[in-house]
């Protein structure tokens, strides 16, 4: 797999070479605040005991997801520059996992496979790549993890990011979610919530809610209030979808900034949420670090509710990072089905079953954490919407085997298909390539010519399950 001995410290290693030694998805995570830069080394996920009271109660789920976010964007995952404290203390409490993948390589179709735990093409909106306009969004008849977690007794609010949807046909509450509070669309500008049509969107429920300071400090409070309730042990799942770090580039306090881009969304322009000619490295750093400090903020009420032993606490990103993220070794970025575009940081702690300091190289995506959830939560999935991941429940809880089976992805233009360490993949050009992602983690060493047998196997295992999505609209 690799030539770098993974039982080497952070220390060991020092510097920047930690940080690539992090990112190659070896044992070394960055030391916590509170340790002073002690190193720390991971061990091999291994399903046992947990210490603790080891409680079998069904668990609260806290659901995080950052939005845009680069699988290295984390110093536990090898960003040489960017601090990320708290999710660093959340990977060493759990699991940190160096193959996780989004469900697709744009914000709402991942969002689609987490909440459906699908293919995207499996749904007319799932092939918005994102959704941009009112014609398509999650149809409310559709189970969802929401829905069924609700049907099995959890309270559920989702917070933040929605993007599947717009009203007044599709909703959060219209899909499962008891409460909502947040903004519909794929981006909005942080202080004035106008999205790229100039319409406001930071709604409680239906109704617009007017609240004009930063964003992400309105979702933390929210998120806050929401895990520190008495939830008289009634379990619950809340879904905090953060926007943080998405353009527009704008970190707590730029209110110059943000009026500029808001007298240009007012002045007609089409894009100036796409904020190209702004950000730069130390803006998203900002960002960031933000993210990491309001996370930190919603574990630490968390703690304080009494409720952390028992509440199972993932966090990832919504796909691969954008202009500003640190993906290397990767190639690619969001909106693609290279490694860069899709491969993302993700980390599980759940202290009454999990232990914590380890971590997981088996592949694994988003639509295999809603059969997960749906697993531990007690709920079914529907019979009629067959899921299209897999439950880890068994390789988390109780020391199976790690399931064998291939990821399969699918955007306009592009294709791809992982089974163990080979991924077969074609981009735009058309050329079906294979690589070998143990050894070849940039995806630059085409192995089509070499192994033309496993490439064809692999083509015709991504064909035989593309024949039973939806078609995309000419």
Same mark, same amino acid.
């Not at 940080?19 to 091999?44: H, W, Y």
């Not at 909502?180 to 669309?185: E, K, Y």
């Not at 939560?377 to 399931?403: K, N, T």
């Given at each position: ?333 969001? &909106?693609? @089905? =290279?490694? /860069? ?6 980390? *599980?702690? +759940?202290?009454? $079953?999990? !232990? ?37 429940? &068994?390789? @988390? =809880?109780? /020391? ?6 291939? *990821?399969? +992805?699918?955007? $306009?233009? !592009? ?37 033309? &047998?496993? @490439? ?19």
């Amino acid at each position: 797999m690799t030539s770098v001995d993974p039982s080497l410290s952070r220390r060991a290693f020092g510097g920047s070479a930690a940080g690539a030694v992090a990112a190659l998805g070896l044992s070394a995570t960055d030391a916590s605040a509170e340790s002073g830069g002690a190193a720390f080394t991971e061990r091999p996920f291994r399903a046992a005991p947990a210490p603790g009271r080891g409680a079998r109660r069904r668990p609260n789920i806290l659901f995080i997801l950052g939005d845009d976010l680069g699988w290295a964007d984390l110093s536990s995952y090898g960003a040489p520059e960017i601090r990320t404290p708290h999710l660093d203390r959340l990977a060493r409490q759990g699991v940190r996992f160096t193959d996780a993948y989004s469900g697709s390589a744009t914000c709402s179709p991942t969002r689609f496979s987490l909440y459906t735990g699908r293919y995207p093409g499996r749904t007319r909106g799932g092939l918005a790549e994102p959704i941009a306009d009112r014609s398509v969004g999650l149809e409310p008849t559709h189970p969802t993890l929401a829905s069924l977690l609700g049907d099995a007794g959890y309270r559920t609010a989702l917070i933040g990011k929605w993007h599947c949807g717009y009203l007044p046909d599709y909703s959060p509450t219209r899909s499962g979610w008891d409460e909502f509070f947040g903004n519909f669309g794929g981006a909005l500008e942080y202080y004035s919530k106008l999205s790229s049509r100039g319409e406001y969107d930071l709604y409680e429920g239906d109704a617009e809610y007017h609240d004009l300071r930063y964003y992400t400090r309105i979702l933390t409070e929210r998120a806050v209030e929401y895990v520190s309730r008495d939830h008289e042990r009634t379990p619950w799942l809340l879904n905090l979808n953060f926007t943080t770090p998405h353009w527009p580039w704008i970190a707590d306090g730029d209110e110059e900034t943000s009026a500029e881009i808001v007298r240009r969304i007012k002045a007609g322009e089409r894009r100036p949420l796409f904020h190209q000619d702004g950000g730069s490295l130390a803006k998203y750093r900002q960002m960031v670090e933000d993210l990491d400090r309001s996370i930190g903020q919603v574990l630490t009420a968390l703690r304080r509710s009494g409720q952390e032993e028992d509440t199972l606490v993932f966090f990832a990103s919504d796909n691969g990072g954008e202009r500003f993220s640190y993906n290397w070794p990767l190639s690619g970025n969001k &909106g693609s @089905l =290279l490694d /860069g575009g899709i491969r993302i940081p993700s980390i *599980l702690r +759940w202290p009454a $079953r999990i !232990e914590g300091g380890q971590v997981s190289r088996i592949p694994v995506y988003s639509p295999d954490w809603t059969a997960t959830l749906l697993e531990v939560g007690g709920a079914r999935p529907h019979p009629a919407y067959p899921l299209d991941g897999v439950s880890l429940a &068994g390789y @988390l =809880l109780r /020391g199976a085997e790690a399931p064998e089976r291939d *990821l399969f +992805w699918r955007v $306009r233009g !592009e294709r791809a298909l992982r089974r163990g360490e080979w991924k077969y993949y074609r981009g735009k050009d058309g050329r079906d390539r294979l690589h070998r992602l143990s050894e070849d983690l940039r995806e630059q060493a085409d192995q089509a010519a070499v192994r033309p &047998g496993l @490439l064809a196997e692999l083509r015709t295992a991504w064909e035989r399950i593309d024949r039973g999505l939806l078609p995309y609209p000419v």
